[in-house]
Nanobody, 128 residues
């Protein structure tokens, strides 16, 4: 059974940093696009960042561009989200997601429909 497990969330002051990890088990994700989404209280889940199957292309929501960096380590079957200059509005549950199609070459990385495997989420709270 394919599983994604996020870790690294927590409480941090505004301006601080956190590094989220998403460890995959059950199959390798080296040929699959990966994404990070987030859901703030009372809001719908939204796209934050994504990385292509090759790792050569990354995509970011405008709200996190320049502050967040997504990366992947195929050898460890893990995806990371480095979050710097955190703001209170970044407070949310962060979810890792994996594409179900190998070698995806489209551009819909921001769409939740691209992904068919999701983690349970990790809470990130940024205090002002």
């Amino acid at each position: 059974q394919v599983q994604l497990v996020e870790s690294g969330g927590g409480l941090v002051q505004a301006g601080g940093s956190l590094r989220l990890s998403c460890a995959a088990s059950g199959r390798t994700f080296s040929g699959y696009a990966m994404g990070w989404f987030r859901q703030a209280p009372g809001k719908e889940r939204e796209f934050a960042a994504a990385i292509s199957w090759s790792g050569s292309r990354t995509y970011y929501a405008d709200s996190v561009k320049g502050r967040f960096t997504i990366s992947k380590d195929n050898a460890k079957n893990t995806v990371f989200l480095q979050m710097n200059s955190l703001k209170p509005e970044d407070t949310a549950v962060y979810y890792c997601a994996a594409d179900g199609r190998k070698y995806y070459s489209g551009t819909n990385y921001h769409s939740q429909q691209l992904y068919n495997t999701w983690g349970q989420g990790t809470q990130v709270t940024v205090s002002s």
